[in-house]
C-alpha cells in the first residue's frame, strides 16, 4: 500500500500543481499526458522520504521534466503511432468575450502558437528549452536529466532557441488572424469553394477528434470539399480563444458542447484545423472552460 504524505507535504504538493501542470504540458503538448505526469510526481513523492528532499518545488520540478520527458521519447521512437496519435488537448480560455480578437493579443504564450514551434525541436531541446528558459531551472539540474555537462545542456538550450526564433509559426494572432478565420467560416457557409482556397494552406492539416478515433485530412483541396459539412454548423457557432488563438465552439440547446473548432494561421493562410466532435472531449473541455 503506497502511503500517503503528511499534511504539509500534501498542502506543499497542491500549490506547486498549476506550476507542474505547466511544466508538463510545454513538454508534452497535451493537458491529459500532462495531468498524467503530475500524478505520477504525487505517487513518487508519496514513496519519497521527505527528509532527502532539500527543495521541494525544484524535486517536484525536475521528476516532471523527466516524466514528461521519458513520455516524449517514446512517442518519437514509435514514427508509426505518429500520424495517428491524439492530438493535443483544445481548452476554450474565453468563451464569451464580445471581442476575442482583442484578447487573442494577450492570451497566454504557450497556446498553439508556441506548440507548433516546440514540435520542431528534439526532445532533449524541447526539456532544455522548456525548463531553462521557460522556468529558469539551471542548467546543471536539466544536464542530470539529460546525462550531460552543464556546459553541453547549454549548448543544447541555445540550438533550441535558435530554432524558436527562426521556426515559421502561427501569425497574426490578433485582427489579422481573425480575419483568415472568418473568411474560412464565410466561404464555408457560402459554399464558395475557390474562397476556401484562397485561405487555406497548400498542405493545410484537418484533424478531427471523434468518438471513433482521429481522423485526418490533408491537402487544401480535400480539405474544401469537406467544409461543405462544415457550413451547417458554422452558422451556429461563436467565436472563441481554443489554446489562444482564435476558434469556434458550438453549444446545443442544453448548454452542453456540440463541437470546438480551433485554426493555426501561418502568413496568412490556415495550417492546420482541429475539430473536436468527440463528447467525452466536449465534456472535458466543458468542465476547464466553467472552471
Do not use: C
Not at 508519496?46 to 513520455?71: C, K, M, Y
Not at 487573442?104 to 498553439?112: I, M, T, W
Not at 515559421?168 to 488572424?177: K, N, T, V
Amino acid at each position: 500500500m503506497t502511503a500517503t504524505p503528511p499534511g504539509p507535504v500534501t498542502e506543499a504538493f497542491e500549490a506547486q500543481r498549476d506550476r507542474l501542470r505547466a511544466v508538463a504540458y510545454r513538454i508534452l503538448g497535451s493537458h491529459a499526458d500532462a495531468e498524467d505526469a503530475v500524478q505520477e510526481a504525487w505517487m513518487r513523492l508519496a514513496r519519497q522520504d521527505e527528509a532527502t528532499i532539500d527543495n521541494l518545488g525544484g524535486w517536484l520540478t525536475t521528476v516532471v521534466g523527466r516524466i514528461s520527458f521519458d513520455l516524449l521519447r517514446s512517442r518519437t521512437s514509435r514514427p508509426e503511432a505518429a500520424y495517428g496519435q491524439q492530438p493535443a488537448d483544445l481548452v476554450v480560455t474565453s468563451a464569451d468575450d464580445p471581442a476575442p480578437d482583442e484578447q487573442a493579443v494577450l492570451a497566454d504564450s504557450v497556446g498553439l502558437a508556441l506548440l507548433v514551434v516546440l514540435d520542431s525541436l528534439t526532445p532533449t531541446e524541447r526539456l532544455a528549452f522548456v525548463l531553462h528558459d521557460m522556468f529558469a531551472v539551471p542548467f546543471g539540474e536539466i544536464g542530470q536529466l539529460l546525462g550531460k555537462s552543464a556546459d553541453a545542456t547549454k549548448m543544447i538550450a541555445s540550438r533550441a532557441r535558435r530554432k524558436v526564433r527562426t521556426t515559421d509559426r502561427p501569425a497574426d494572432l490578433g485582427h489579422e488572424h481573425w480575419q483568415v478565420v472568418e473568411a474560412f467560416r464565410a466561404a464555408a457557409l457560402g459554399g464558395d469553394f475557390e474562397a476556401l482556397l484562397r485561405v487555406l494552406d497548400p498542405n493545410v492539416k484537418l484533424t478531427v477528434d471523434t468518438p471513433a478515433g482521429v481522423v485526418v485530412t490533408l491537402g487544401a483541396t480535400k480539405v474544401a470539399a469537406g467544409a461543405r459539412m462544415f457550413s451547417g454548423e458554422a452558422a451556429h457557432h461563436r467565436p472563441v480563444l481554443v489554446d489562444g488563438v482564435p476558434g469556434h465552439m458550438a453549444w446545443r440547446p442544453d448548454g452542453t458542447p456540440l463541437s470546438a473548432i480551433a485554426f493555426t494561421v501561418v502568413r496568412g493562410r490556415i495550417t492546420d484545423i482541429h475539430i473536436v466532435i468527440d463528447p467525452a472531449k466536449l465534456a472535458s473541455l466543458q468542465r476547464r472552460d466553467s472552471a
